[in-house]
Structure formats: structure tokens, C-alpha cells
């Protein structure tokens, strides 16, 4: 059974702060898809990364794939509070392309 | 920009009633998606959806819940006879693979069993 886990669960953090976010999951896939959510929202497709190696970035926000490691990564640099919300990682089904959702990781950036 | 829509945005339902919740996948999008969201927790697969049957389906989805595609357009789900602990957020989802294949979600339905 796929598992997918992020760490931390919560972070809080200053403005102008860089972290990162990770996302490991238990069995092989090439499919790994990072997503927002505010609050009572939907959510808002940020990357798709579809092979080991791959890195995007968009804005603050960098995301990377090992899929050897089945590791990925959600770097934010320099926060600002606008990025405050909560943020999931999900690892998608080759077949059927359903996703595996981690727990998500809910990111409060202070002033 | 095409969107999935979902409809109704909330319902409220008294426990044994029989729900449907509505979803309008984007037009050229082949692959459909059921997830739910209980509050505060993580987003669980339900079922998915391809060629007019169900290509997949979660231990949550049993025989009280059921899925269709009655015309071009509109995907339902539909639980038979709910129970308080499908109070949730369910979101409708689709899909066209390719080199850029995103899978977008609706707006979600938040579903209330009293």
C-alpha cells in the first residue's frame, strides 16, 4: 500500500525565511504532484513532476523529484505571508492516475 | 480557463437520506476523480473513473456509494444512505495524461450528515 509522508505537519515561520518542505512516499512512482489549499478551498495545482531530476520553480516556491529516493522537496525562499496556507504533496498511479495525498503541511508565515 | 464545477457548494442531510453531488468535469478531459476532505485531515481517493466505468476504487468506496456519467457533461456521485461519518468536503477531479498532465479539482461540495 503507497504511503505518502510530509514533514513537518506545521511550520511556522519569519518573513524572508527560506525552508523546505519534504515529501517521501513508500513505493515506485514517476508521478508527484504538489498542491495549495487555503483555508475552506480547493486545491490549487502548483507542480507536476514527471521524472527523477525534475525541478520547477515558480516564484518563492521550488520543487524537486528523486525517484530513487522517492523524496521530494518544496522549497520556499524568502517567505512572505502571502504564502500562507496549507500545502500537499500527492503521488499519482501510473494506471488509473489516481493520487496518494500526504497529511499536508500547513505553512503560517509571520509579519 | 476551463474549471471543474461542482454542485451543490454545501448540503445538509439528515443521516440515512440519499445524496447526489454533481460535478461538471473540463470538456476534453478523459480521466474522473471522486476525493473527500474530512475537516482538518488529508485528501483520500475515493474512486476514478475512464470510459464510461470505474478504472479504480478505494476501501472507502463501498456499496453505498456510486458513481456515473449520465450524459457528456456531468459526473455524479451519489451515497445511498448516509452516515454522520461522511460528513466531508468532497471534491471532484479530471484529467487528460500527457506530457503535461495536471489534475484539477473542483471547487468542492462540503456535505453535512445530522
Known amino acids: 500500500e503507497l504511503k505518502v509522508e510530509q514533514n513537518p505537519l506545521f511550520l511556522s515561520m519569519q518573513e524572508g525565511k527560506n525552508y523546505t518542505i519534504y515529501c517521501n512516499y513508500s513505493t515506485t512512482s514517476d508521478r508527484l504532484y504538489w498542491y495549495r489549499q487555503d483555508p475552506g478551498k480547493s486545491l490549487e495545482s502548483l507542480f507536476v513532476?514527471?521524472?527523477?531530476?525534475a525541478v520547477k520553480q515558480e516564484g518563492r516556491l521550488m520543487a524537486s523529484l528523486d525517484t530513487k529516493a522517492r523524496l521530494s522537496t518544496l522549497h520556499i525562499t524568502a517567505a512572505v505571508h502571502d504564502l500562507s496556507a496549507t500545502y500537499f504533496c500527492a503521488v499519482g498511479s501510473s494506471n488509473t492516475g489516481k493520487l496518494i495525498f500526504g497529511q499536508g503541511t500547513t505553512l503560517q508565515v509571520k509579519p | 480557463e476551463p474549471e471543474v464545477t461542482q454542485t451543490p457548494s454545501h448540503q445538509v442531510t439528515q443521516m440515512g437520506q440519499e445524496v447526489i453531488l454533481r460535478c461538471v468535469p473540463i470538456s476534453n478531459h478523459l480521466y474522473f476523480y471522486w476525493y473527500r476532505q474530512i475537516l482538518g485531515q488529508k485528501v483520500e481517493f475515493l474512486v476514478s473513473?475512464?470510459?464510461?466505468?470505474?478504472?479504480?476504487k478505494s476501501e472507502i468506496f463501498d456499496d453505498q456509494f456510486s458513481v456515473e456519467r449520465p450524459d457528456g457533461s456531468n459526473f455524479t456521485l451519489k451515497i445511498r444512505s448516509t452516515k454522520l461519518e461522511d460528513s466531508a468536503m468532497y471534491f471532484c477531479a479530471s484529467l487528460t495524461p500527457g506530457a503535461r498532465e495536471t489534475q484539477y479539482f473542483g471547487p468542492g461540495t462540503r456535505l453535512l450528515v445530522l
Open positions: 473513473f475512464y470510459n464510461n466505468e470505474i478504472s479504480e
Open positions: 513532476l514527471l521524472s527523477n531530476g
